[in-house]
């Protein structure tokens, strides 16, 4: 690979990587699992340490993890919250073994523990009273869950003596409570979580901490950040003194003196992974001895004591029988593999997406084949090859239809896509699957109407558009199978009281292409009103932050339509809310310097982080924009700011440094 071609790939790599931080940790959905993402991550650092004149300031390799989100309070970390380096296979063990005995000088004894799969957390106890719990944040700042974590029944309130500490460990939902609240979730048609991680992290990040008390999440207890008055010499009797103090440790870790004793504990738990109350993605190994692990320190972001081992995801073998075709809300038509049925990471998978034509072209998947399937995120199950030495020649190549197989007209591929569309805005799949979207959790919230009704109600011509839902009649409700007086006097009551959410869950719930909650949110805020929003031409939608001209098109081509003000009007006179009920805008307040400024920020500070001082500024009104142009009121420039310094002194920009921004504040 030449150096374009590296800054070529690096630059796809990135934004591939950026897309995977932003599912997982702003938006809780995965789409990759994180054995892909970790080796993805693995190819970028490989390249970067290849060529380091490449490395961008912007790059995920330049930060830990994702900024927290505002809602609630921050907490820093007085000893940073690192990540660990991965080994993938026994090789890369070995290699770890052989730096740690290179980097003491000495023997080495290991302590192997489980690497459970849920959301890192501190806890900090005073005189021996549980005080504050934090996420971790990006490692620097986390945020204050306390309340929620204090539902958690394993963190002890108390310990059995007065010491003052910091722990760390891992705060996570057990398989079957996962699999109980999802069935839950699903008979109330919300969204299922992805795993049980997400389910985790989504409990412990809601601002109602009864809410988190109804998870049963747990814990368990690894590390420690800060002791005062410690004692221990090792990180085993560490482990044995917290779980003295009554704090949760795993009971399955295990001192190791060689590595082959750690690759043997290793295998064991590929092997019972699946009897596990809890789920595992890997086994920690760590130095035991502190002065040792003091000795060997750490990297930018890793100590060099300790390396995860990933599992890689299970793997099972079976038949694909058949492939079917569904259409969802925007016409895109899926491809399902249909399988018989086989176990894989605990659960029977029957049916595994096979996403487009291309990806079955891809992998030559033929109906009849013999093929792998692994569960991506260890829970959804995907195809990911053909044993072909397995063919008999009576497999049957497959190929997408031309029309759709719900309203028959024809398919179409829209340039740059690799999905097949059905483009009749008539579709009944497609209103169908509209609907499901309409109802579900973060639109309107309509708790009762499950996917069956709904399918129901489409074939029952109960309902053809959206603005039917407001129409529907008792008796009508009534004739539907299992939908006793009681279920229809819920769902009615859930309709109507649908009526009064705010425009951002309208907004969401209508499915305009490319609009997540986060952007409805920030239109539902910008324009207030769904008339306002109606209005607004591309130009406009753009000056909002954070919509780009993709989506402004995509809004302001939803609204041109004739149907969607027919639906709109509809909708209004049935007495659906159309105004936005949330927080006001952030104005800042009168006297803030930044108020209504738009403003760069560029080069370290010593007090404040990037996310922090943005924060700031934006909580005072300002509006931080990532270069520099003619419109930039201000720039902020902490130390080796570099090109936008320039620019900006030669564009006459405003310049301040670190203390007066510092001093501004005060
Ligand atoms: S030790 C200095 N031990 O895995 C690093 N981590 O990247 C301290 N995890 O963020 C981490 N089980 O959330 C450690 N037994 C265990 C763990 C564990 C799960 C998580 C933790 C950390 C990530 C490693």
Redesign the pocket.
């Known amino acids: 690979m030449n150096q374009q071609e590296a800054q070529q790939h690096l630059q796809s790599l990135r934004e591939e990587i950026h897309r995977y931080n932003y599912e997982y940790h702003t938006l809780d959905a995965p789409s990759v699992s994180d054995y892909e993402y970790d080796k993805k991550m693995r190819e970028l650092l490989d390249l970067e340490a290849e060529y380091p004149q490449l490395v961008t300031p912007d790059s995920p390799s330049q930060r830990v993890g994702a900024e927290p989100l505002s809602a609630f309070q921050k907490v820093r970390h007085n000893v940073a919250?690192?990540?660990?380096g991965n080994s993938f296979d026994e090789q890369e063990l070995r290699d770890f073994d052989r730096r740690v005995r290179e980097g003491t000088g000495e023997e080495v004894t290991y302590v192997c523990?489980?690497?459970?799969?849920?959301?890192?957390v501190s806890l900090t106890y005073e005189d021996g009273v549980f005080v504050r719990g934090a996420t971790?944040g990006d490692g620097t700042t986390g945020e204050d869950i306390t309340v929620n974590l204090r539902t958690i029944k394993t963190i002890p309130l108390r310990l059995h003596q007065p010491e003052t500490l910091e722990v760390?460990g891992?705060a996570f939902m057990p398989k079957e409570a996962f699999l109980k609240m999802n069935e839950a979730r699903e008979e109330k048609g919300e969204e299922p979580f992805a795993n049980p991680r997400n389910a985790a992290a989504g409990s412990l990040r809601q601002l109602d901490p009864k809410i988190a008390a109804k998870r049963n999440l747990d814990i368990?207890l690894?590390?420690v950040g800060e002791w005062q008055g410690e004692s221990s010499s090792s990180h085993s009797e560490r482990l044995e003194r917290m779980q003295h103090l009554g704090l949760k440790t795993?009971p399955e870790w295990k001192k190791c003196g060689t590595i082959e004793e750690v690759i043997e504990y290793v295998h064991g738990w590929v092997e019972r992974r699946p009897d596990l109350d809890y789920e595992i993605d890997g086994i920690?190994i760590?130095v035991d001895r502190l002065d040792q692990q003091e000795a060997l320190g750490f990297t930018a972001k890793?100590?060099r004591w300790?390396t995860?081992y990933k599992f890689p995801a299970e793997e099972a073998v079976t038949r694909l029988n058949d492939i079917e075709l569904s259409v969802g809300r925007t016409g895109v038509v899926t491809p399902t593999a249909i399988l018989n049925p086989v176990k894989v990471a605990g659960t029977t998978v029957q049916r595994a997406s096979l996403h487009n034509e291309d990806l079955i072209r891809e992998r030559d998947i033929r109906i009849g084949d013999t093929v792998v399937i692994k569960k991506a995120g260890d829970i959804i199950p995907e195809v990911v090859r053909v044993i072909t030495e397995q063919r008999s020649g009576e497999e049957e190549a497959y190929s997408m239809p031309e029309h759709c197989p719900e309203c028959n007209s024809k398919l179409v591929r829209l340039e740059e896509e690799v999905a097949l569309r059905c483009i009749n805005p008539n579709c009944q799949a497609q209103l169908r699957e509209g609907l499901i979207h309409f109802v579900s959790r973060n639109a309107m919230d309509i708790e009762g109407l499950g996917e069956k009704v709904i399918a129901q109600l489409f074939k029952e011509n109960l309902i053809a558009t959206i603005a039917d839902l407001y129409k529907l009649q008792r008796e009508e409700l009534l004739q539907l199978e299992r939908m006793g007086q009681k279920s229809v006097d819920n769902l009615l009551k859930a309709i109507e009281d649908s009526k009064d959410n705010s425009l951002e869950k309208l907004l969401f719930g209508l499915g305009i292409r490319y609009v997540g909650t986060k952007a409805a949110q920030t239109l539902a805020q910008e324009f207030e009103t769904m008339d306002e929003l109606s209005k607004a031409g591309v130009e406009t939608l753009m000056q909002v932050p954070e919509i780009g001209e993709k989506m402004a098109d995509s809004i302001a081509r939803y609204f041109a339509k004739p149907q969607v003000l027919e639906l709109l009007e509809d909708l209004k006179q049935s007495g659906i809310n159309m105004e936005y009920k949330g927080p006001k805008k952030n104005q800042g307040p009168d006297n803030s310097p930044f108020k209504g400024k738009t403003i760069v920020l560029t080069g370290k500070m010593e007090q404040f982080t990037r996310s922090e001082a943005k924060n700031i500024v934006q909580e005072l009104g300002g509006k931080v924009t990532g270069s520099i142009s003619k419109n930039t009121d201000l720039l902020i420039a902490g130390e080796d700011a570099g090109s936008k310094y320039d620019k900006a002194e030669k564009l006459g920009v405003e310049i301040w440094n670190e203390e007066e921004f510092a001093n501004a504040l005060t």
């Open positions: 919250m690192l990540s660990l523990e489980l690497k459970i799969d849920g959301l890192a971790r760390r891992e368990f690894y590390g795993n920690v760590k890793n100590p300790a995860a």
